[in-house]
């Protein structure tokens, strides 16, 4: 069984920053494919950013281009996401989730087989 623990969510004022945190244990971390999502209430689950196995690869939803980098740290089981000049209506929970496929590139969340518990930000203006 595979554990994902998302921390680093909290409030912070529009154009701030914030860097979120992904615990991976149960299964061999480096092998993952791990993706970012973000849901607002009432709306659907969305992409936000992926990175490949061996951190070669990434990509990024087009509305966070230059203003999210995702990374990882195979030695730590972590992926990272950090979040810079950050919008209200960014405000969502965010899930980081991972699956053994090695494209980056597929950003329905069905591509997923593994999801963290989520964690709350909150970007005011």
């Known amino acids: 069984q595979v554990h994902l623990v998302e921390s680093g969510g909290g409030l912070v004022q529009a154009g701030g920053s914030l860097r979120l945190s992904c615990g991976v244990s149960g299964r061999t971390f480096s092998r993952f494919r791990m993706g970012w999502f973000r849901q607002a209430p009432g709306k659907e689950r969305e992409f936000v950013a992926a990175i490949s196995w061996i951190a070669g690869s990434t990509y990024y939803a087009d509305s966070v281009k230059g203003r999210f980098t995702v990374s990882r740290d195979n030695g730590k089981n972590t992926a990272l996401l950090q979040m810079n000049s950050l919008k209200p209506e960014e405000t969502a929970v965010y899930y980081c989730?991972?699956?053994?496929?090695?494209?980056?590139?597929?950003?329905?969340?069905?591509?997923?087989?593994?999801w963290g518990q989520g964690t709350q930000v909150t970007v005011s203006s």
């Open positions: 989730a991972a699956d053994s496929s090695a494209i980056v590139s597929r950003t329905d969340p069905l591509e997923y087989s593994y």
